[in-house]
Structure formats: structure tokens, C-alpha cells
């Protein structure tokens, strides 16, 4: 098995030409020729992820977030990413990153937040073409209060606490999502006909909605850390034989804390 057998599964179910022009979703250490005896999947690429798939005799390692993501200037041990490169490469770990492209497909990122929510008729909120796209929206399987509905969304997502913005008047019946950082996508949220927008890394002022309209942060990793297990369903579908495994430490790889 090499690398290059692991990834064509990955990019026939997120294909490469679909990723963002700022992003670096693909291989990012490593040749497609290199043998993998085992596939270790995480969300981020951290050191203690690398030091995870050395412990587990994983050469591949998978994530959504790349490793190198803007310009490297500098590799040293003294940073996170330096490090990982650094851990990464000396033990001879393939890392590759499946991002915007697990983003734009229905049966990715945010697809996997509608199913979640047990959404029905769902479709790309923010289409480009053949079903393609950022986002999701679909309708719940029942209209409900707004408060019911945010405790329906902590449900879903093992949450304690979602910042919200000010609950609605009105039942909530059709919700659009995006995973990671959707502030870009609130405009076409509205557009869909939604009453609520799920997302992460909303600022201040755009709590400020119409009347009709709501918005609920429920943070960057909570929205998209299930693409892990989509992932490991992909691979271990294609592989059923094969080492593929997720982090044993998923549950804690949130770089968030809440207090």
C-alpha cells in the first residue's frame, strides 16, 4: 500500500481541483510513492499527533487542517508546527490534509453538521456547481421555539454552552451551517429562507440580526471535528483489512478551553 493508494480514496470523495486558492489541503510531507503500513487520523497536526502515529506504527498521517498552511520562514522545535515538521519527517510520516475540499462536499464537513441535526431535503448552502460548495441548509425535522432549538443544537453537539445571538420571536424550521469559520456565508444563510445559521468564529457585531434571523456559534472545532470520523468511515470502507485508525485523544484536541 502507498500513499498515493490512500489519498485517491480521499480525493475521489473531496477532489483536490475544488479547494480554496488560499488553501493547502493535499500532500503536504512526503512522496505518493512512499509504503504506508498504517493511517492515523486526526483533526490537527500537532506533535503530540505525530508522536501518536510513531506509537501506533501509523506512516500516514490525515487530517483536516494542514500542517503548512501560510509561508514557513523558520523550522524549529521551538514552535508547534516546526516541531511536527521536524518530528514528522524524521520518522519518515507522510502527513496530508483533506480541508476546504471535505469542506465543499455535501457528504463532508458541513453535511455531516445537517445530518447531525437530523436535518431533511438538505443542500450546499453556497453552491459553485454540481452540488459542490461551502455550507449546508435544510429543514428540521420539526418547526421549534428558538429557545428549544438552541438546547437541540447543545444536544447535538455535546455542548455546555453556544454563544448566541438574540432568540427569535418565531419557530425555527429551516437552519443553514457551515463548518469552522462562516461569518462569509451569513448573507447566504438569509438568502436560503433560514430562521438560524450554525457556525464558529462569529464576531462581535455580527450578532446584531434582523428580527427573523438568528445566528449560534458553537466554536471552530465542534463544527467540523466529525470530518475525523467520515474520514476513518471512508478508508476503513475501501480498506476494511487495513491499519486505519482515529486519535485516541480526539476528545481533547480542542486548542479551546472553556472555564
Same mark, same amino acid.
Given at each position: ?34 509504503? %504506508?503500513?498504517?493511517? @492515523? ?19 500516514? %498521517? ?9 509561508? %514557513? ?56 456547481? !454540481? ?19 438552541? !438546547? ?11 454563544? #448566541?445571538?438574540?432568540? @427569535? ?8 451551517? #457551515? ?21 464558529? !468564529? ?9 428580527? !427573523? ?36 485523544? @480526539? ?9
Amino acid at each position: 500500500m502507498t500513499v498515493r493508494d490512500i489519498t485517491s480514496v480521499i480525493e475521489d470523495f473531496a477532489p483536490l481541483s475544488i479547494q480554496e486558492g488560499w488553501d493547502n489541503s493535499g500532500l503536504v510531507i512526503g512522496s505518493p510513492e512512499q509504503e %504506508v503500513h498504517g493511517v @492515523l487520523i486526526g483533526f490537527d497536526c500537532t506533535p503530540e499527533l505525530i508522536d501518536e502515529a510513531v506509537s501506533c506504527g501509523a506512516d500516514l %498521517v490525515v487530517t483536516h487542517h494542514p500542517l503548512i498552511f501560510g509561508g %514557513v520562514k523558520r523550522i524549529s522545535p521551538d514552535a508547534p508546527t516546526g516541531l511536527a515538521i521536524i518530528k514528522a519527517v524524521s520518522a519518515g510520516i507522510a502527513v496530508y490534509a483533506a480541508h476546504t475540499t471535505a469542506d465543499k462536499v455535501l457528504a463532508g464537513v458541513s453535511g455531516a453538521m445537517a445530518r447531525r441535526l437530523h436535518l431533511e431535503d438538505i443542500k450546499v448552502l453556497d453552491e459553485e456547481g !454540481d452540488g459542490i460548495g461551502l455550507g449546508a441548509v435544510g429543514n428540521l425535522p420539526r418547526p421549534m421555539s428558538s429557545g428549544e432549538f438552541i !438546547d437541540y443544537v447543545k444536544s447535538c453537539f455535546g455542548l455546555s454552552v453556544a454563544r #448566541c445571538s438574540r432568540p @427569535l420571536d418565531i419557530p425555527v424550521s429551516r437552519v443553514a451551517m #457551515c463548518g469552522g469559520s462562516g461569518s462569509s456565508l451569513i448573507g447566504k444563510a438569509m438568502e436560503s429562507g433560514a430562521q438560524a445559521y450554525i457556525c464558529g !468564529d462569529i464576531s462581535y457585531h455580527h450578532f446584531f440580526t434582523p428580527k !427573523d434571523f438568528m445566528l449560534i456559534d458553537i466554536g471552530h472545532f465542534e463544527g467540523e471535528v466529525e470530518i475525523c470520523q467520515v474520514l476513518f468511515t471512508l478508508l476503513r470502507k475501501n480498506f476494511p483489512t487495513f491499519a486505519v485508525r482515529t486519535s485516541a485523544k @480526539l476528545d481533547s484536541a480542542n486548542p479551546v478551553f472553556y472555564y
